[in-house]
T-cell receptor, first 112, second 118 residues
Framework: NAGVTQTPKFQVLKTGQSMTLQCAQDMNHEYMSWYRQDPGMGLRLIHYSVGAGITDQGEVPNGYNVSRSTTEDFPLRLLSAAPSQTSVYFC???????????FGPGTRLTVL | AQKITQTQPGMFVQEKEAVTLDCTYDTSDQSYGLFWYKQPSSGEMIFLIYQGSYDEQNATEGRYSLNFQKARKSANLVISASQLGDSAMYFCAMREAPQGGNNRKLIWGLGTSLAVNP
């Protein structure tokens, strides 16, 4: 049982490049979400999904796309990277009726 | 709008002593949940404890307890018998829980950095 996995752990992009942050969970959790963590800003919700085929926006969705084609995977796509997207990105998952969210180890992204 | 306030940017405690980390919240909803997470220097987020707004008793999980004062809108985390491994950032978070809904969106505080001294 690997829990929530995220790849890559570190990434450096140039402004304008696109990339996908991967997130997978093997616990059959219905709910998955993406957060970004910035110094002095706490964690902010980017996008979330309550099940395969269903996604919705969080607090800070601009510049990011998500899809949920399977229960296990919830990739986050940066369409055209900007320096303001430099952050640590966390993926989390939980059962629909559970209070506990399980977090992945995070991806540290730097946009130059 | 929902808001979580953690007024202590940093706290120090001696090993084996108890420490209280403050959290106040603002919401107009009657049904909500309050969470505490720990983030060690390694970066992962670890769930510690949960308190529902309708729970009559304060939540406890091992050395962690949540001092829930609904009228004051506070949800302080108490760590008893501090250990060196408790040194970390601690985040308070809140979630609305509308009836029949499936809201998993958490609103987070800015965190408190706890250092446990030997």
């Amino acid at each position: 049982n690997a829990g929530v996995t995220q790849t890559p752990k570190f990434q450096v992009l140039k402004t304008g490049q696109s990339m996908t942050l991967q997130c997978a969970q093997d616990m059959n959790h219905e709910y998955m979400s993406w957060y970004r963590q910035d110094p002095g800003m706490g964690l902010r919700l980017i996008h979330y999904s309550v099940g395969a085929g269903i996604t919705d926006q969080g607090e800070v969705p601009n510049g990011y796309n998500v899809s949920r084609s399977t229960t296990e995977d919830f990739p986050l796509r940066l369409l055209s990277a900007a320096p303001s997207q430099t952050s640590v990105y966390f993926c989390a998952s939980s059962y629909r009726h559970s209070h506990e969210q399980f977090f992945g180890p995070g991806t540290r992204l730097t946009v130059l | 709008a929902q808001k979580i306030t953690q007024t202590q940017p940093g706290m120090f405690v001696q090993e084996k002593e108890a420490v209280t980390l403050d959290c106040t919240y603002d919401t107009s909803d009657q049904s909500y949940g309050l969470f505490w997470y720990k983030q060690p220097s390694s970066g992962e987020m670890i769930f510690l404890i949960y308190q529902g707004s309708y729970d009559e008793q304060n939540a406890t999980e091992g050395r962690y307890s949540l001092n829930f004062q609904k009228a004051r809108k506070s949800a302080n985390l108490v760590i008893s018998a501090s250990q060196l491994g408790d040194s970390a950032m601690y985040f308070c978070a809140m979630r609305e829980a509308p009836q029949g809904g499936n809201n998993r969106k958490l609103i987070w505080g800015l965190g408190t950095s706890l250092a446990v001294n030997p």
